[in-house]
């Protein structure tokens, strides 16, 4: 729980101060909201399922979820990379017996 010194409990960011922030820390462009993406991203590449985040963020469709949950596509190496193909076995195997020779 957040307070000012009133005592008085705070239910949202202040503005003014996250305006300051970004000023101060020599930041350009950068809203309060952006951070939502962010946290949306992290959790995807950190393997949260879309519906658990769709949860978590209250958004009340995947395709919502999608829009805020943008991607680099590091995390989905080790999924693209489970699956080889005949083709690049047989290349691999042909690299490994040129390397030996």
Same mark, same amino acid.
């Given at each position: ?33 952006? @951070? ?6 992290? =959790?995807?590449? #950190?393997?949260?399922? +879309?519906?658990?985040?769709? $949860? ?5 469709? @995947? ?6 949950? =943008?991607?680099? #596509?590091?995390?989905? +190496?080790?999924?693209?990379? $489970? ?19």
């Amino acid at each position: 729980m957040f307070t000012r010194s009133t005592n008085k409990r705070v239910y949202d960011i202040d503005r003014r101060d996250f305006k300051q922030a970004c000023q101060l820390s020599g930041i350009d462009n950068f809203h309060f909201h952006d @951070l939502r993406h962010t946290w949306a991203s992290w =959790h995807v590449q #950190a393997g949260t399922p +879309l519906y658990t985040l769709k $949860n978590l963020g209250g958004w009340g469709t @995947l395709e919502m979820v999608n829009k805020y949950a =943008h991607l680099n #596509a590091d995390h989905m +190496l080790n999924f693209a990379n $489970n699956v080889t193909f005949t083709a690049q076995s047989t290349i691999d195997t042909l690299n490994k017996i040129a390397r030996n020779s």
